[in-house]
């Protein structure tokens, strides 16, 4: 009973609502098809404003950049950890010495005996005699760890193969480079002769070695290779890689360089393959790791 009070109460202060409304033709409810008779000047336009648009955000770049920001420190805070556990690159003095404690402790005979070979030859005496000339184990001054998974220092290098880790000596500036090597006869491609694809990853290596000096940061990678084979090389070869930087622009290395048999003074030069190649230093070198 009392809310049906409520009810009729409420209707009829509704009703009194409506006709207050009418009588002074302020507001009315139209329907569709329905004419409307509040006079043109009594009508009430109500526009609203267009809405306002959210100010613009840079949260998504802002978010980039700091992204890049502790990504870079990330990694370069994690090489100075790697570093200082002993983890990370060698110096060019410690390759050499890695690599003979390494030859010493793990080589057979057939080993030490082709370390000793290069190790006496006149060419090798005249490079360690040239003050501007770097000498190194390039592969040794990478950590085992890391070393096991590379293709050269790794899958490539050990008995039958490159026998001992490849001789380097690199001209300051990265004008220049000698390397000197030993295949074995595991990495054939036609019995007896070494397989062109191993020949071309000696050039790629070697040569791009050859102009890290001269390109920021000290390293770069691969835009393109040339080869030229002009001879089959024999497996079982103690081996030379020559190597000249032509040209310097900006992140770009221009390269030229070939293979030879290691001879004796005065021989007449045998060269197996000749290669140019561009080398191009990526923007986020300053973060990569330095294996030259």
Request: hydrophobic share 40%; net charge positive.
């Amino acid at each position: 009973m009392f809310s049906q009070r409520i009810a009729q109460s409420s209707r009829r202060l509704a009703q009194a609502a409506t006709r207050s409304t009418a009588r002074n033709g302020a507001l009315r409810r139209g329907y569709a098809g329905e004419a409307s008779s509040t006079p043109a000047s009594s009508k009430i336009t109500t526009t609203s404003p267009p809405p306002t648009p959210p100010p613009r955000s840079n949260s998504g770049g802002r978010i980039a950049l700091y992204g890049l920001i502790f990504t870079t420190l990330g990694a370069t805070a994690t090489w100075k950890v790697m570093t200082q556990a002993g983890m990370g690159f060698y110096s060019d003095e410690d390759s050499n010495a890695r690599a003979a404690a390494h030859a010493e402790a793990h080589g057979d005979e057939a080993a030490k005996q082709i370390e000793a070979t290069i190790n006496a030859h006149p060419l090798v005496a005249e490079l360690r005699a040239r003050p501007e000339m770097t000498e190194s184990r390039p592969h040794m001054k990478m950590p085992s760890s890391y070393r096991q998974h590379t293709l050269t220092g790794g899958a490539l290098l050990g008995p039958g193969k490159m026998v001992v880790p490849p001789f380097s000596w690199t001209e300051d500036g990265g004008k220049s480079l000698v390397g000197l090597s030993y295949v074995g006869a595991e990495l054939c491609g036609h019995p007896g002769i070494v397989h062109g694809g191993f020949i071309a990853t000696m050039l790629d290596e070697g040569l791009a070695r050859c102009c890290f000096g001269a390109l920021p940061h000290n390293i770069g990678v691969t835009a393109n290779l040339n080869i030229d084979y002009r001879k089959p090389m024999p497996a079982n070869s103690f081996l030379v890689l020559r190597a000249t930087t032509t040209k310097v622009d900006g992140r770009k290395a221009w390269v030229k360089g070939h293979i030879e048999l290691l001879q004796d003074e005065g021989a007449e030069p045998v060269i197996f393959a000749e290669a140019t190649a561009m080398f191009v230093s990526p923007k986020h070198a300053a973060v990569m790791p330095k294996i030259q």
